[in-house]
């Protein structure tokens, strides 16, 4: 039994989703005994939603949003002693859902290459263009401040940039959006709009908890498994090396050269057509045994 406190809202301050902050806190007093899956599912009922509409907004597919929740916590349960004694669960599960949302090799998935349908609003058509043409560090940085609305040393310390980076990559971003969209210009009303175009998208969420959970650990197994089959190839590959190797040091011959004073080798010319013709009579006109050697009386 491990004890976990149930996580609970520390701000009330809009998110892309509409709900609170997703830094989990506790209460101090409402900390109770569950068990790792209890808690693992208390973690997911608070934070999976808003995360899938949060991935949304980075990469603009609802599917890729959905996937990248998903493996943010299959890898949070793989990882479960480590995250249950954070001090933000929902931050590192937001952190690694981000990192897969994000990753540049999603470029070369075929299903990635077919643009999705935007949304259906025009306003929310043009403010999701303008946050995918941002550089991804601006957008995510944009997304957590005025997005999920966490302080900006904690922006800056999950984007792995200093404070002062971090500020410029906002006030960037916020220029970028101000541009293309003037009416955007306040932080509040651009805040505003995050939430409501994360919580209006109809956006499929991830499976259920225990669907995870158990995906989770088939994922760990066959990872357990092929990193086994690995180190029995190399261990098989080294043997076979070190048996067939050589056990000694066999120095190279040197290249030929001539030898000066010393006649070219040679041996007979070959036969000519006559030769060859007369070698051939005269193998046949002995028959077999010592009578060859006898000499014809004429």
């Known amino acids: 039994m491990t004890r976990t406190a149930a996580p609970t809202d520390a701000a009330t301050d809009t998110d892309t989703g509409g709900t609170a902050t997703d830094g989990a806190s506790t209460d101090g007093a409402a900390a109770?005994?569950?068990?790792?899956?209890?808690?693992?599912?208390?973690?997911?009922?608070?934070?999976?939603?808003a995360l899938v509409r949060q991935a949304y907004?980075?990469?603009?597919?609802?599917?890729?949003?959905?996937?990248?929740?998903?493996?943010a916590f299959q890898l949070a349960w793989q990882r479960w002693p480590e995250v249950?004694?954070?001090?933000?669960?929902?931050?590192?599960?937001?952190?690694?859902?981000?990192?897969?949302?994000?990753?540049?090799?999603?470029?070369l998935r075929l299903r990635h290459r077919v643009p999705e349908p935007p949304p259906a609003?025009?306003?929310?058509r043009r403010l999701l263009s303008v946050l995918l043409n941002l550089p991804p560090v601006y957008r995510r940085t944009l997304l957590l401040y005025d997005g999920v609305g966490i302080g900006l040393p904690?922006?800056?310390?999950?984007?792995?940039?200093?404070t002062p980076a971090a500020a410029n990559r906002l006030l960037y971003a916020r220029a970028a959006v101000a541009r293309r969209l003037p009416e955007l210009a306040e932080k509040e009303e651009l805040r505003r709009r995050l939430a409501e175009l994360g919580g209006?998208?109809?956006?499929r969420t991830a499976p259920k908890p225990v669907v995870v959970r158990s995906g989770s650990e088939r994922r760990a197994r066959r990872w357990t498994r092929a990193a086994i089959a690995f180190t029995v190839l190399i261990?098989?590959?080294?043997?076979?090396?070190?048996?067939?190797?050589?056990?000694?040091?066999?120095?190279?011959?040197?290249?030929?050269?001539?030898?000066?004073?010393?006649?070219?080798?040679?041996?007979?010319?070959?036969?000519?057509?006559?030769?060859?013709?007369?070698?051939?009579?005269?193998?046949?006109?002995?028959?077999?045994?010592?009578?060859?050697?006898?000499?014809?009386?004429?």
């Open 32 to 49: 109770t005994d569950l068990t790792p899956a209890q808690a693992f599912d208390a973690l997911y009922a608070y934070a999976a939603p």
């Open 57 to 71: 907004l980075l990469t603009g597919r609802r599917e890729l949003a959905r996937e990248s929740v998903e493996r």
């Open 84 to 107: 249950a004694v954070d001090r933000d669960p929902a931050g590192w599960v937001r952190a690694a859902a981000y990192e897969y949302a994000m990753s540049p090799w999603h470029r």
């Open 121 to 124: 609003a025009l306003d929310d």
């Open 154 to 162: 904690e922006t800056a310390a999950e984007t792995e940039a200093s």
């Open 200 to 203: 209006t998208e109809r956006l």
């Open 235 to 298: 261990i098989g590959s080294t043997a076979f090396t070190l048996h067939t190797a050589p056990d000694h040091y066999e120095a190279p011959q040197a290249p030929a050269t001539k030898v000066p004073g010393v006649p070219p080798r040679s041996g007979p010319a070959p036969l000519s057509a006559g030769d060859l013709e007369l070698r051939a009579k005269l193998r046949g006109m002995f028959g077999e045994g010592p009578e060859r050697l006898l000499p014809q009386s004429r």
